[in-house]
């Protein structure tokens, strides 16, 4: 094998790496519901919401309790999608 053969056997490996991390990093789908279910978020990969679900219980919170639980319910997802893009960008490097 010639040092161009060997050269692009290397690049083609590594673009195929790539292809395969942005693959990875575009099904990311993170969900995450409060303590007790009554908000659920899922969020892609950027952390960017793709879902929001409403249980009933949602009746029974004050305007302030909602907007904690959605928030803080919306955060965790956000961490546990980045954590999950960090992995996997960690991973490819190492």
Same mark, same amino acid.
């Given at each position: 094998? +010639?040092?161009? $053969? @060997? ?9 195929? /790496?790539?292809?395969? %991390? ?10 995450? +519901?409060?303590? $007790? @279910? ?9 952390? /960017?919401?793709?879902? %929001? ?5 949602i009746s029974r919170m ?16 956000? /961490? ?15």
């Amino acid at each position: 094998m +010639s040092q161009f $053969d @060997a050269l692009e056997a290397a690049a083609r490996t590594q673009l195929g /790496r790539i292809q395969q %991390l942005s693959t990875d990093l575009d099904a990311i789908q993170v969900e995450h +519901s409060d303590d $007790d @279910a009554t908000v659920t978020v899922s969020v892609d990969g950027a952390a /960017r919401l793709v879902d %929001l679900h409403l249980s009933e219980g949602i009746s029974r919170m004050s305007p302030a309790e909602f907007e904690r639980a959605v928030v803080h319910t919306a955060a965790a997802a956000a /961490r546990n999608a980045l954590a999950r893009r960090g992995t996997l960008i960690e991973e490819f490097n190492g």
